[in-house]
């Protein structure tokens, strides 16, 4: 038996007035999906327990089968390890976002106008940060390169008790009362007031300028966290498995798994990703030995969190047309199941996480375990069979019996 997740980051939504009502999900074209949720066991699942953020980070351990409450130290430890940064057990690990802030001489009184930078590139991000460590490195402090706008930096010897807030919560918001608080704040928002200066006259942000695109206009630090320790998923559940996305924190989840990381040639986190790409490396995963790949597609999120309606329907059809049709064709050579599902809402409404349980479907070729027939992939659906799983960390051993 070959086991597939695909997670489509941040589908599930809340009704949207311009679509009528409906959700994304509802409004999507999307038959495979909803061939799945009409041939297997669909229900929702609470992914992010009680009292925990509803982050990606935390929703995708409970996904990969590891419970949060004792698992999770942060979001950037997984993102550090996926980057290939060694931590020891005292260091703390940041997300460093590469934002666009208002032009407002006052560092307190600016708005984050771009959580991403206009989806930076990577290349130019490089730049950027490589004169940020060169410039704010230090004895307690390095700075790291990772994917677009997301870095890290790696606070040596650091100590807990700073609160921060993450720059997707705030887009179009005054940034006064989010700025790092607690015991040493004071020490990272100096960190982000001098990366301004650094980064405003940077030879990239000066052409992103010119050419009409949001400049990288200082960092913002969120995320932090220790070394985290997962028990080994082949332990855990007898099985080999790969990991597939564009995105540091999911592979970081599974390398501390010790699950093998995939990268697939353009692979973005955005609408724009390589969805036949990340199908075809499944398959091929499979093929060479893994008995289990999860898959993870960050752009319905990325949709979600710019408030973008007609892209987020796109993303959801894409992944539909795009990567579940070659992979349901490939997967037709052996016994499967797989379970499709969301990790959170990111509601258009809101442009961030939300709480909420999340529709899952789990289909098996070998035969139906159908909890009630519906018609389509979608919340209102899924909450209409009364499935419920408390717990999202046991969902897996749903999938897998």
């Known amino acids: ?16 007035s311009a679509l009528g009502g409906k959700t994304p999900l509802e409004a999507a074209n999307k038959p495979n999906m909803d061939f799945l949720a009409r041939n297997g066991d669909i229900g929702l699942v609470k992914t992010i327990p009680d009292g925990m953020p509803p982050g990606s ?12 409450g004792v698992y999770y130290t942060g979001r950037s430890p997984f993102e550090a390890a996926s980057m290939g940064i060694s931590m020891t057990d005292t260091d703390i690990a940041l997300r460093c976002n590469l934002v666009t802030l208002s032009p407002e001489n006052l560092y307190e009184e600016k708005t984050m106008v ?10 130019e991000a490089h730049a950027l940060i490589k004169t940020i460590a060169a410039e704010l490195n230090s004895e307690s402090f390095s700075f790291y390169s990772g994917i677009s706008y997301r870095h890290c930096l790696i606070w040596k010897n650091g100590e807990e ?28 928002i100096s960190l982000m ?54 995105v540091d924190l999911i592979h970081g989840i599974g390398i501390l798994a010790g699950l093998k990381p995939v990268h697939v040639e353009g692979a973005t986190g955005n ?3 390589n969805y036949i790409g990340k199908a075809k490396a499944a398959l091929n995963e499979l093929e060479n030995g893994s008995d289990f790949v999860y898959i993870h597609v960050e752009a319905p999120d990325e949709c979600g969190h710019q408030g ?19 992979l349901l064709e490939g997967l037709a050579k052996w016994n499967y199941s797989i379970l499709l599902l969301p990790d959170h809402p990111t509601p258009i409404s809101t442009r961030t996480h939300s709480r909420e349980p999340v529709p899952f479907a789990i289909y098996r070729s070998t035969g139906s375990i159908s909890s009630g027939k519906t018609p389509r992939f979608t919340e209102k659906d899924a909450a209409s069979t009364g499935v419920f799983i408390e717990r999202g960390h046991t969902l897996i051993d749903r999938l897998l019996v």
């Not at 705030?170 to 989010?178: H, M, N, Y």
């Not at 997962?230 to 597939?244: A, E, H, M, R, W």
């Not at 987020?312 to 990567?323: M, V």
Request: glycine residues 8%; hydrophobic residues 35%; proline residues 6%.
């Open 1 to 16: 038996m070959k086991y597939v997740v695909l997670l489509g980051d941040g589908m599930a939504d809340c009704p949207v």
């Open 57 to 68: 980070d935390v929703a995708n351990l409970s996904v990969f089968g590891y419970e949060p």
């Open 114 to 123: 771009d959580y991403s930078s206009g989806e930076i590139t990577t290349k």
């Open 161 to 188: 008790g700073v609160s921060f807030t993450p720059p997707h919560d705030i887009s179009g918001k005054k940034i006064t009362s989010f700025l790092p608080k607690g015991e040493n704040s004071e020490i990272f």
């Open 193 to 246: 007031k001098k990366s301004e200066k650094i980064l405003k006259n940077h030879p990239v942000n000066l052409l992103r300028e010119k050419n009409g695109l949001n400049p990288a206009s200082s960092i913002w630090l969120w995320g932090q966290g220790k070394k985290p320790k997962l028990d080994q998923f082949s332990k855990k559940y007898n099985l080999t498995g790969s990991v597939i996305s564009a």
């Open 271 to 273: 609408i724009h990703t």
């Open 308 to 326: 973008l309606v007609k892209e987020k329907i796109q993303s959801i059809e894409k992944i539909d047309s795009e990567l579940l049709t070659p």
